[in-house]
Antibody, heavy 117, light 113 residues
């Protein structure tokens, strides 16, 4: 069974960074792509970007190019997303998700990031 | 970017009703080389992660009840629930994976009448 386990809730001050993790079990992330999606309070889903863990290649939505940095560690089967220069607008739930055969099929439980001084 | 427009934004339903919701894309999601529409539907219940229901516009994910039916091609897509159950109350999102950035619709919320 494929499982994506995300790290715990984060509270960050404006201007700082946070790094979220997403550990995958039941599937080798070298064989897939890992995506990140956010959901602001009471709002819909927003795609942030994707990483190919096999070679580190990334694609970002334009608005997240200077906000998010996606990385992956194939030895631990874990994907990461760092959010920099936090602002109140970054307060959201962040999901990692795994693509298999073109489709985003499997999702982490989500992690709440709260930006507050 | 491809804009995904879902209607209605919310819908009040009774158990046993047939429900349809629409998703329109700002450009065609049909890839002519393989005749596939790069469109997925997800269900999200409160406090939960999204769950894949339908991909390639009409292929039901394993384990998804057959009352969920995806249809459409090109720019116009529909998700039908043939007989709504109480556990189907959720927000439904369409998503295109035709090109980057992937984009989601704003969602259709199913509520109890």
């Amino acid at each position: 069974e494929v499982q994506l386990q995300q790290s715990g809730a984060e509270l960050g001050k404006p201007g700082t960074s946070v790094k979220l993790s997403c550990k995958v079990s039941g599937y080798n992330i070298r064989s897939t792509y890992m995506h990140w999606v956010n959901q602001r309070p009471g709002k819909g889903l927003e795609w942030i970007g994707r990483i190919d863990p096999a070679n580190g290649n990334t694609i970002y939505a334009e608005k997240f190019k200077s906000k998010a940095t996606l990385t992956a560690d194939t030895s631990s089967n874990t994907a990461y997303m760092q959010l920099s220069q936090l602002k109140s607008d970054d307060t959201a739930i962040y999901f990692c998700a795994m693509q298999r055969a073109w489709i985003i099929r499997d999702w982490g439980q989500g992690v709440m990031v709260t930006v507050s001084s | 970017d491809i804009v995904m427009t879902q209607t209605p934004s919310s819908q009040a339903v009774s158990a046993g009703e047939k429900v349809t919701m629409s998703c329109k894309s700002s450009q065609s999601l049909l890839y002519n080389e393989n005749k596939k529409n790069y469109l997925a539907w997800y269900q999200q219940k409160p406090g939960q992660s999204p769950k894949l229901l339908i991909y390639w516009a009409s292929t039901r994910e394993s384990g998804v009840p057959d009352r969920f039916i995806g249809s459409g091609s090109g720019t116009d897509f529909t998700l039908t629930i043939s007989s709504v159950q109480a556990e189907d109350l959720a927000v439904y999102y369409c998503q295109q994976y035709y090109n980057f950035p992937y984009t989601f619709g704003a969602g259709t919320k199913l509520e109890l009448k």
